[in-house]
């Protein structure tokens, strides 16, 4: 033990070992080769030049290892890491500058998601689940009458109402609280963001798709919650048609929205909305006739489509909302028009003629059968639960009252009712001949309604009977179908428009005419046009594909979402943009209508109103196509 008063030199990096007290220092330089072992006990050192030294040990001594080499040291190097950039420093803050939301309001579903996304992110339902408070547990409740419906307790769907708390809004707006409407949109959006978009409350800026025929309340508060909830900066408006437009890739089509409260036949030209109709005939009216057909089945009547129009039997409802919406999701289907040429054999005076067939094709021939398949639906929500048997003929007929109702005749439609297959043809009829013909060839079934088996083809079968038997003349009625038939009537007219007919007072190249086709033709409408040559020019390019015309086609599209997504990923900025600061100041009364936006500044607007302008709007800003209602 040294004394106190005695400096001890500690080697550098040494290794103790409990097996001896001696110790061996083995110092190591650059230049030599060296090793060293040591049988016994005591003090031992070893030097080495050439870098590379061993030391044996046997007897159990303390050794220690020198080393002072700087190119091959055995110590872990210490890595520098460079700093980061801070470009890459946050890969939230990449996208954040640029990062743009696309939200799609809808009656029943909110779709939210990035600008450049092929599919939303987020598609938020509404109904009572998300009314419900954190803790609120009277879903899982078993009531004290024992095993209750859904596991429905003291929560029973005939506590509320039947399919209110399922929209987030209806198009009519009396007595209906905004605020309650702001609320659940807010909670809808604040889930989207926190559960699937994985986002924080940063504000960003939104693109807004909606139907052009969005009451101003309603839009008024759906910007009200963006502006002062989300401090949302900027709110882009846009048509939810025009969207649908793009994501198919046309610039004019006619989109058939079949939503939950009504059906919007729209007519987009160039990018513009032109004409618009709608009818009650939707989504809610396909569920309650599924509701009156399986109300039908529990009480052991043969379903008609007089029950299914009986609004005595709606007013009591027997059956939840959300099982009438799945058996209408899941099984109702829709049947195919009838044979036409079996039709036309019918109204064909005289017999059929009787076409010679094989006596063993006949023999062969499956025979008719008035057999049909069943199933068995299980209804949960009524007391007792049972199984109710319904065929597959039966659950055709929702969709064959709600959509066509061929049983009434149609003087007896509203004008807000008709059938789908007339509100499409009378869309067509209003428009000009040039629009018509590009439109008829692109049209655009979206909604959830579209996707109900075999309507699309069967309303487009329904249209194209009504064009064959009407043709595109707008009057129709008796009086024009007895004027085609009396040959008489129709010799009468011509001699009115012979008589009436302008005639040159010297004699040369008067207005007359002649008729062809039991159609009057004016003479300067029958002369021969000169050729135009740009006309020409113009077809002699090799390859010019023109466009089809003139025929009935559907097409597919993306939705209104994916269209939106496009856009705003193309930088292509709305002709309805709100800033907050302005809204905040003036509110919807502060918008001016797009007629009086200074046309200077609008320049040249390649889309209309409710659609997109490459360029700004200019100092005033509108609400587009919204700010009219």
């Known amino acids: 033990m040294a ?90 803050s990449l996208r954040a500058e640029d990062e743009v939301l696309i939200i799609e309001f809808g009656a029943r579903t909110l779709r939210v998601g990035f ?39 003291s929560d029973d769907w005939r506590k509320r109402a039947w399919s209110e708390d399922h929209e987030l809004w209806r198009a009519d707006v009396r007595g209906l609280d905004l605020g309650l409407v702001g609320d659940r949109m ?37 910007l009200a919650t963006l502006f002062n909830r989300f401090h949302t900066p900027a709110v882009s408006l846009m048509s939810s048609s025009i969207a649908c437009a793009v994501s198919a890739g046309v610039r ?62 709606e007013i009591r409802r027997v059956i939840s909302f959300e099982e009438c919406e799945e058996v209408a999701t899941r099984l109702a289907w829709c049947k195919p028009i009838r044979n036409l040429d079996s039709v036309a054999v019918e109204q064909n005076e005289g017999l059929p003629t009787v076409t010679e067939q094989d006596e063993t094709e006949s023999s062969t021939a499956p025979l008719p059968t008035n057999q049909t398949t069943s199933t068995f639906i299980p209804l949960k929500s009524i007391t007792p639960p049972r199984k109710v048997e319904v065929t597959y003929e039966q659950l055709s007929m929702p969709a064959e009252t709600t959509f066509f109702d061929s049983e009434r005749p149609i003087a007896s439609f509203d004008d807000d009712e008709l059938p789908l297959p007339l509100l499409i043809y009378r869309s067509l009829l209003k428009l000009p001949i040039d629009v018509r013909g590009i439109c008829m060839a692109r ?3 979206t909604g959830g309604c ?77 002369a021969q046009q000169e050729p135009d040559p740009v006309e020409q020019q113009l077809r002699r390019k090799e390859g010019e594909k023109r466009g089809l015309q003139g025929q009935l086609r559907v097409i597919e599209s993306l939705g209104a979402w994916s269209g939106g997504s496009l856009l705003s990923l193309l930088k ?13 100041e003036h509110g919807p009364s502060g918008a001016s209508r797009p007629s009086e936006v200074e046309q200077k500044a609008a320049q040249r607007q390649s889309m209309g109103t409710g659609g997109l302008i490459r360029g700004s709007a200019g100092a005033n800003w509108t609400l587009g196509v919204w700010g009219y209602l």
């Not at 005591?42 to 220690?64: D, L, P, R, W």
């Open 3 to 92: 004394a106190p008063n005695q400096q001890t030199t500690l080697p550098h990096r040494a290794v103790s070992s409990i097996r001896g007290s001696a110790t061996t220092h083995i110092n190591t330089t650059v230049g030599g080769n060296g090793s060293n072992t040591i049988t016994g006990g005591g003090h031992s050192s070893y030097n080495s030049a050439s870098g590379v030294g061993s030391a044996t040990n046997s007897g159990g001594h303390h050794t220690s290892t020198h080393s002072n080499s700087g190119g091959n040291n055995p110590r872990t190097p210490l890595r520098t890491i460079p700093p980061m950039t801070p470009t890459f420093s946050s890969p939230s």
């Open 115 to 153: 600008a450049g996304d092929a599919a939303p992110k987020a598609a938020v339902g509404f109904g009572p689940e998300l009314a419900r408070r954190v803790g609120d547990f009277r879903r899982w409740e078993v009531p004290l009458g024992g095993s209750g419906a859904d596991g429905a307790g």
């Open 186 to 222: 807010e909670r809808a959006l604040r889930e989207a963001f926190n559960k699937y978009l994985l986002i924080d409350s940063r504000p960003r800026r939104v693109v807004a798709v909606l139907p052009s025929g969005t009451p101003l309340p309603l839009l008024a508060t759906a």
């Open 252 to 313: 004019s089509t006619l989109v058939v929205d079949m939503g939950w409260a009504e059906t919007v036949v729209t007519a987009v030209y160039e990018y513009r909305e032109v004409q618009s109709s709608r009818s009650v005939r939707a989504g809610k009216m396909l569920v309650e006739k599924t509701h009156n057909l399986l109300a039908t089945s529990l009480v052991a009547q043969q379903p008609s489509p007089a029950s299914l129009n009986n609004e005595e039997a």
């Open 443 to 445: 049209i655009i079934f």
């Open 450 to 526: 579209s996707k109900v088996l075999g309507l699309r083809s069967r309303i487009l079968a329904e249209v194209n009977t009504l064009v064959q038997n009407g043709g595109w003349d707008p009057v129709q009625g008796k009086a024009v179908e007895a004027y085609k038939t009396n040959p008489s009537l129709r010799q009468a007219g011509n001699r009115t428009l012979t008589s009436e007919s302008p005639h040159d007072e010297g004699g040369g190249g008067g207005g007359g005419g002649h008729e062809q086709d039991g159609v009057w033709v004016d003479a300067a409408s029958d």
């Open 572 to 584: 292509v900025p709305a002709v309805a943009m709100v800033e907050r600061e302005a809204w905040r």
